[in-house]
């Protein structure tokens, strides 16, 4: 190492390390909260694989996941049925905190979530679809899913270009504009389509962790161990984009190139974790909003966003497991209750905007 | 009041506009399942005569039917405008302040504890859950500093998610029928809406668009946001208060009356801002026109498209607008707030 050409300086809120090429900037507080909110998900997690229908103790659960585990039907509990289920939970909070971090950055707008360019009400559609009316297995469904938010997306970038570049502006209003369309579509299928299906339609629309196993976990864990560092790399660019594209592009950034790869990157992360989790909507929304407040962040709270969006999966999970007695809790919808309740009280105690 | 330029060109599109309207109501009488001669139709308003059925129809059905949807759309449409200006949000719509979910919650909860099954209870519970979820955003938002609009839009965002995920809590736990009820509620209807609905529903949506069209003005100063506001003379204070207590009047009479409708607040303001540019004093006449068009077409067209049976106005007025308002906002030159 050259002393000439790494370099690294500290003020009170950040560490700066610059070589000859690059230079990175370390906000520590963001450094803080992504710390305390991992080892936090972490132990929230072990103590999910410990509960359930069988107890299985700490010590048992540790030595399974160090491998020495000591073979039978305890093994196979934990090993392919609760934590598939966790690391299901742990991955979707991620990639929707990262993406609802990413959206509400190009669109400049707090309520900025994966839903503004219709991407949720796309999968829902493509669920609602399959479930109503060819009334495919849960695999086809998450498929269709998947298959509907892409698409929506894709359609609603594509109109919302003009003379060679987008606009957050445009873009958001055409997101509302085929949102919209989506939305009367499922609900003309949720309204006319038969009460059983129409049930089972909305049971969908809520979410769930259950019967999770490693068919849903290996693909979102291979997605979001690629797509989340790839989007922390951009974060500092996307700050600079915030400022407007004429800034952006003097201090040398290709504004419509990064705003189209990180809405690229947001899009699947967020069709993925649908795919798994079914639509846990507000995760995208509450979880850069949390992150900014605690980190006092001013840029895009990447990796906060996605240490606190598993975090709050990964609780509530386990709140509805502790709470639930002959009530069914859907996780899209506890998520929703939860989160919802967070903010409000973090709202109520932030001064700052 | 002072002559602007191009004052003269946006009354003339106005009566235009509510030409249009005129036709469109005209329209929502004559059509729908059964459709009834023009002069029959002018028959039952001149000369009623209680013995005959098509008479019967227009009087008691198309009628009221027809005027709640002007009555509707036009509160939906003037709420979207005030709550677009307030918060500085395009994504902002009546349902950000919570009203809808809560609403829902309260209709939801009637439904299932005390098995109530007609409209004009709906209404009274429709009601009550907006004023309250509305109250409750108007807290949140002011408690320690005022007037913050990310603060309001994200106190109203969480509170509507935690609502409306009790509802379907309460959905997933209930019998299939309360479901089934609710989920016709929840798209937006206005079939069986008569004279009982239409009468407290005109009152207070009466009230609510005349606070309205006493903001305009503060709400020019409000859109530029608060401090420019306080420097400008405006009380930040009493515009939001008097701005929220519209909304919920507007939006709950118009909730509780003929179900969530979320497409029309957030769309028929920017459809006027394309027009109007973003000044209150034309946006709002503007949307409110507009609104009340789009509602009552989607409304006679839900029941000409599949008869017997019919499209609930919330999904036509999507159905149709979505595409439309898509097409708008690509042609045109966009007008930010």
């Not at chain 2, 309250?132 to 007037?147: D, E, I, K, P």
């Not at chain 2, 798209?187 to 009468?199: C, H, I």
């Amino acid at each position: 190492m050259n002393g000439a050409q790494h370099r690294v300086s500290a003020s009170r809120r950040h560490l700066v390390w610059r070589s000859r090429h690059a230079s990175f900037i370390i906000e520590k507080r963001a450094v803080t909260v992504t710390i305390a909110f991992t080892t936090v998900t972490v132990a929230a997690a072990i103590l999910a694989v410990t509960l359930g229908r069988v107890h299985i103790p700490y010590a048992e659960v540790i030595a399974t996941l160090l491998g020495h585990g000591e073979g039978g039907m305890r093994q196979q509990i934990i090993l392919n049925l609760r934590l598939p289920r966790v690391l299901v939970a742990i991955f979707a909070g991620a990639s929707l905190g990262v993406s609802g971090a990413i959206f509400q950055s190009v669109s400049r707008n707090a309520l900025g979530s994966p839903d503004i360019i219709g991407f949720t009400t796309g999968a829902a559609t493509g669920a609602l679809l399959q479930i109503v009316i060819f009334g495919g297995g849960p695999l086809a469904v998450a498929f269709s899913a998947m298959l509907g938010g892409l698409l929506t997306a894709t359609m609603v970038y594509l109109l919302s270009i003009r003379h060679g570049a987008t606009n957050g502006y445009r873009l958001v209003l055409t997101g509302i504009g085929a949102g919209a369309t989506l939305n009367a579509l499922n609900s003309l299928m949720l309204v006319k389509g038969d009460l059983d299906n129409a049930i089972a339609a909305n049971l969908w629309l809520s979410g769930s962790l259950d019967a999770r196993n490693w068919d849903h976990a290996v693909p979102l864990m291979g997605a979001a161990c690629l797509l989340i560092p790839l989007a922390g790399l951009a974060a500092r660019r996307l700050t600079m984009i915030e400022m407007g594209d004429d800034l952006a592009r003097q201090l040398g950034i290709n504004f419509e190139r990064t705003r189209f790869c990180m809405i690229a990157c947001a899009v699947l992360l967020a069709a993925i974790a649908t795919a798994a989790a079914g639509p846990i909507a507000f995760l995208a929304l509450a979880a850069p909003q949390l992150a900014s407040r605690l980190a006092a962040s001013r840029g895009v709270p990447m990796f906060s966003a996605a240490t606190i969006g598993a975090f709050l999966l990964v609780m509530t999970d386990l709140a509805t497991q502790f709470l639930a007695t002959d009530l069914v809790l859907p996780i899209g919808r506890t998520t929703g209750l939860f989160g919802g309740l967070y903010l409000m009280w973090l709202l109520t105690r932030s001064k700052r905007s | 009041m002072q002559k602007r330029p191009g004052d003269r060109r946006l009354a003339t599109v106005l009566c235009g506009l509510l030409v249009l309207l005129f036709i469109a109501v005209i329209f929502g009488i004559v059509a729908g399942a059964r459709p009834i001669p023009l002069t029959t139709t002018w028959n039952a308003v001149i000369h009623f005569d209680a013995a005959d059925s098509d008479h019967l129809l227009v009087r008691l059905i198309r009628i009221p039917r027809t005027l709640l949807a002007i009555v509707v759309g036009a509160s939906l449409g003037v709420a979207g405008a005030i709550m677009q200006a307030l918060t500085r949000n395009p994504l902002s719509d009546p349902g950000i302040l919570g009203i809808n979910a809560g609403a829902a919650m309260a209709i939801t909860g009637a439904i299932a504890v005390f098995s109530v099954t007609n409209v004009t209870a709906y209404m009274f519970f429709g009601i009550l859950g907006a004023a309250l979820a509305g109250a409750a955003v108007y807290l949140l938002g002011n408690l320690g500093q005022t007037g913050d609009p990310v603060r309001i839009v994200l106190a109203g965002a969480a509170l509507s998610v935690v609502l409306l995920s009790l509802t379907q809590i309460i959905l997933v736990n209930s019998d299939e029928q309360v479901f089934d009820q609710f989920r016709n509620w929840s798209v937006g209807s206005l079939q069986g809406r008569s004279y009982p609905v239409l009468l407290p529903v005109c009152v207070i949506a009466a009230v609510g668009l005349a606070i309205a069209f006493t903001l305009t003005k503060a709400l020019d100063t409000a859109a530029l946001g608060a401090d420019l506001a306080k420097a400008l003379g405006g009380d930040p204070m009493r515009i939001w208060g008097l701005s929220t207590l519209s909304i919920i009047l507007l939006c709950g009479a118009a909730t509780a009356a003929a179900g969530p409708i979320g497409f029309i607040g957030l769309t028929a303001p920017h459809m006027a801002r394309l027009i109007t540019g973003p000044g209150h004093r034309w946006l709002l006449p503007y949307a409110m026109v507009i609104a009340a068009l789009l509602t009552v077409v989607a409304d006679a067209l839900g029941r000409v498209i599949a008869p017997p049976g019919e499209v609930g106005v919330g999904i036509m007025l999507a159905l149709m607008g979505g595409p439309f308002f898509i097409m708008l906002v690509q042609r045109r030159r966009i007008s930010k707030l």
